[in-house]
């Protein structure tokens, strides 16, 4: 992660945009010493991240019809 100053971003706004697409980082802006905004990366579409999840929620079909539980817990 890198920190520069609104100012720098300003004056070398091109440049950082190509280089965080070319090696993926975050660019915290800050203004006076402090953070004001994240800059990151956006998400190649083409990646669908969602894909890692598949396969990773688990359940018993059992768990969730059963109502015995239900109603002894009211």
Same mark, same amino acid.
């Given at each position: 992660?890198?920190?520069m100053?609104?100012?720098?971003?300003?004056?070398?706004?091109?440049?950082?945009l190509?280089?965080? #697409?070319?090696? &993926?980082?975050?660019?915290?802006?800050t203004?006076?010493?402090?953070? @004001?905004?994240? *800059?990151?990366p956006?998400? /190649?579409? #083409?990646?669908? &991240?969602?894909?890692?999840?598949?396969?990773?929620?688990?359940?018993d @079909?059992?768990? *969730?019809?059963?109502t015995? /539980?239900?109603?002894?817990?009211?």
């Amino acid at each position: 992660m890198t920190t520069m100053n609104v100012t720098q971003f300003k004056t070398h706004c091109l440049g950082i945009l190509e280089r965080i #697409s070319d090696v &993926p980082e975050d660019i915290m802006l800050t203004k006076r010493g402090k953070i @004001i905004a994240r *800059i990151s990366p956006a998400c /190649d579409p #083409s990646e669908e &991240p969602w894909k890692d999840l598949h396969g990773t929620a688990h359940f018993d @079909i059992k768990d *969730i019809l059963s109502t015995e /539980d239900i109603w002894e817990d009211l």
